[in-house]
């Protein structure tokens, strides 16, 4: 395995760019700041097969989470399909353990799929959920909470060997969803009839895993060394420290989301700035989300389902960058404020 590290980092480090990299940021720092651009960043999401060079290993991912060199080595095969196209891609890493890491410091068991990211299983009761609550914060090392830390260390010391890897690549921060997603992990689809019969409860939990996430990311920060005026999460450079995940707000009323989802979030935005990504349509909470402090960005990965006229708007008024939006949704005299998906 060793040697097959060396042959492709070393390919790698060949083809960087530092100029070019520099260039993306600069541009993409304007985009944030709402300032023009001569060119809209863009991210191209083809596959591999549209890249000229395609020799690159690739392990099934069952394998990969259990060994951190193959892990690394699917990783940077993102990277070097970017690199080939050119794109305003952050060039980022990360240890890939699904949505599962937060629920599983909790104590929640998870699984691996066949052909998916691990699943969470909830805890069975309320009662289970009331003694989850009375133990306290969670030590953060707990279940893959070490193991994302022991997997960035590894990253961090196999990259050292090359300067240009080293300077140029990020490892952005685990996956730990949002609080409220958290919590849906956790409690499972009780939740949702919790937030009728007991929400002082769920309030509890929330405030239980936004703590905890804080604590997580405070450590994260000082053993990565990554900030929150920019840093870079999935194919971006954003401007803060943190990528929010609010799938699970697209089930719940507009009224349960300003009690149960944005309080939660307003603080993790507080404490380290940043954006919010959701999947399905968020038109039920968009204009309040919109109006969230210290929101650099959304992103959202099916764009069809929402009103985007809408969202265009309310995000324009409110300096909010839209982060992968396909090039139909943008008006066409846009000169910032959007990085395009092609």
Sequence with gaps: MEEML?????????????????????????????????ELPFIDLRGVEEVAD???????????????????????????????????????????????ILPSIFGAKYQLTETSLPWASHFDSREDIKKLIAKGIPDYKNGLGKTCFETATYYSETLKA???????????HPDLQSTFDAAHLIWGHDILYAMYDCPGLVHELLSLITETYIVFMKK????TGEGNDYSTHWNYYIKGGIMLRDDSSVMISPAQYDEFVKPYDQKLLNEFGGCIH???????????????????GINTSQPHLNNMEQMVKLCFEKKIALLSLPEKYIPKNAVTGFIVAR
């Design 6 to 38: 060396r042959k492709y980092l070393g390919k790698l480090e060949g083809m960087l760019d530092l100029k070019w990299q520099a260039e993306t940021r600069s541009a993409i720092k304007k985009i944030f700041n709402f300032e023009p651009v001569a």
């Design 54 to 100: 395609k020799d690159w290993p690739s392990y099934p991912y069952n394998d990969a989470f259990f060994d951190p060199a193959k892990m690394l080595l699917n990783e940077l095969g993102i990277v070097f399909r970017h690199v080939q196209v050119r794109d305003y891609h952050s060039l980022n890493i990360r240890g890939n353990y699904g949505t599962v």
């Design 162 to 172: 090359y300067p240009k890897l080293k300077k140029a690549i990020s490892i952005y």
């Design 220 to 223: 994260w920060k000082l053993h």
């Design 278 to 296: 959701f999947c399905g349509k968020g038109d039920t909470f968009i204009r309040s989300m919109c109006e969230s402090k210290n929101l650099s």
